[in-house]
């Protein structure tokens, strides 16, 4: 069984597996620096719908199937489905997965959703609660626009501090012990507010979460960063990856030589115009399952802390100048 330690970390005794794992990414992530690493690259946003949000499902779809495919799942080998997004009442999960009989818990992290749906994937399997779990999620650009900000069509402008959301999805499915990448230990966020309030400026709403996240795990498990080959957020951006270096550097520990953040991985910040990188729950979700899992699995990165950030708002909520809250869940991952 799990056994929970002190502060929000779960130590999985039987250290699950990563048996399987897909990414699907929209045109722009397919002309990025890890074109070669995604599953499927849609040739256009619409991926032949008509609406963005049926876009947004239609992509979440193409990552569970090629996990499944991958690794040689039925859908009925699958006993959970952990699926979220950024939209209102999880649609884009709800609707993706309308066409399976699979058990589904519908989830929002925001951006955290990856970390989140895995996590929980983990700890069923590690439980033996399932003997298959899969942890799916998704983001498009102009569904998440739409939603959050203006549609694309008004032209808006975007401020310097701003992050492009990924169309994008990821999808891993958990198993008992087998081989590699294995997910040893799990730390559940808590809530963090840095008093921001500006939408755009998601990665300073997220860092203190993700410093929060990052050391108590570290402090629970008597670990340091030298432990890890790859302390890897998601999406903090330019912006929050340096206010985290700092908050580290307070307590005169040096994260910079190993951290890495799935916004600034996805894109190009020169030639894409991404402003401060990448975010949306696919971000993380397509960085993970298309490029870092594989690297584990070849051994190329032997212990990796993949701590994606979400920033917990609704537009309303930010309409009525409420500052906005981060969350940030943390996952080892391990080829050992």
């Not at 399987?20 to 992530?29: F, I, L, Q, T």
């Not at 963005?52 to 040689?72: C, D, M, R, V």
């Not at 840095?194 to 709403?205: E, I, R």
Request: hydrophobic content about 40%.
């Amino acid at each position: 069984m799990s056994n929970l330690t002190k502060d929000g970390t779960i130590y999985l005794p039987t250290s699950p597996s990563i048996a399987s794992y897909a990414a699907a990414v929209g045109k722009k992530e397919g002309e990025g620096p890890l074109a070669n690493c995604f599953d499927y690259i849609a040739e256009d946003v619409t991926l032949g719908e008509n609406s963005w949000e049926k876009s947004e499902s239609k992509l979440q779809q193409y990552a569970f199937t090629n996990a499944l495919s991958k690794g040689n799942f039925s859908e009925s080998d699958i006993d959970f489905l952990f699926a979220g997004d950024l939209l209102n009442q999880c649609v884009a999960s709800a609707y993706g997965s309308r066409d399976t009989s699979i058990p589904f818990f519908g989830l929002f992290g925001a951006c955290s959703t990856m970390a989140e749906s895995l996590s929980l994937a983990s700890i069923f399997v590690d439980s033996g609660t399932a003997v298959n779990a899969a942890a799916v999620t998704s983001s498009h650009f102009c569904s998440a626009e739409r939603q959050f900000r203006l549609p694309v069509n008004y032209g808006g402008q975007r401020t310097p501090t701003a992050q492009w959301t990924a169309t994008a999805a990821g999808c891993a499915i958990v198993s008992p012990h087998g081989a590699p990448p294995y997910v040893k230990a799990v730390t559940v966020g808590k809530i963090k507010d840095m008093g921001v309030t500006d939408a755009n400026n998601m990665g300073a709403a997220m860092a203190t979460a993700a410093y929060d996240t990052i050391s108590r795990h570290l402090a629970n498990t008597e670990q340091s960063v030298d432990d890890f080959d790859l302390i890897l957020t998601g999406d903090l951006g330019q912006v929050g990856s340096d206010i985290l270096v700092e908050l580290f550097q307070k307590d005169n520990v040096d994260i910079s030589g190993k951290h890495n953040d799935c916004g600034l991985m996805l894109y190009d910040l020169k030639s894409q115009d991404v402003h401060a990188g990448g975010s949306g729950c696919g971000c993380s979700a397509s960085v993970l399952c298309g490029h870092i899992l594989p690297e584990i699995a070849k051994g190329n990165l032997k212990n990796v802390l993949f701590a994606a950030t979400g920033a917990l708002m609704s537009p309303t909520i930010v309409q009525q100048g409420e500052s906005i809250p981060g969350i940030s869940h943390a996952v080892h991952i391990s080829a050992e």
